[in-house]
């Protein structure tokens, strides 16, 4: 599997387990009394996390991205479906066309 393919797949990966962790673990853990939904999603999420900043780090140049995308692929991390949006419409090898460019 080549980076840019890991990219796509640990963004995808990324956005939904912090999807999970704030509106499934989080709310179990504080209105449900069960902490455990967040022992576990939160590891998970975590490694994710990690993998998506250490994979937009060394994808950057195969997608032609510059220092401001970049930054902004990264912030994206920190916001719950930021990561979706980034993989939809960015994450495409220097030389692809966008998504609608590949329907037409």
Do not use: N
């Amino acid at each position: 599997m080549d980076i840019v393919r890991a990219l796509r797949v640990v963004s995808i990966a990324e956005a939904i387990s912090f999807l999970v962790l704030l509106l499934i673990a989080m709310p179990l853990k504080y209105m449900g009394d069960m902490p455990q939904a967040v022992s576990v999603v939160g590891p998970i999420h975590g490694v994710l996390f990690m993998a998506y900043i250490g994979l937009a780090v060394v994808a950057r140049e195969q997608l032609g991205w510059d220092f401001r995308r970049t930054v902004l692929a990264l912030a994206a991390a920190v916001l719950p479906v930021a990561p979706f949006l980034v993989e939809r419409y960015w994450i495409r090898p220097v030389g692809e066309g966008a998504p609608a460019e590949e329907a037409a």
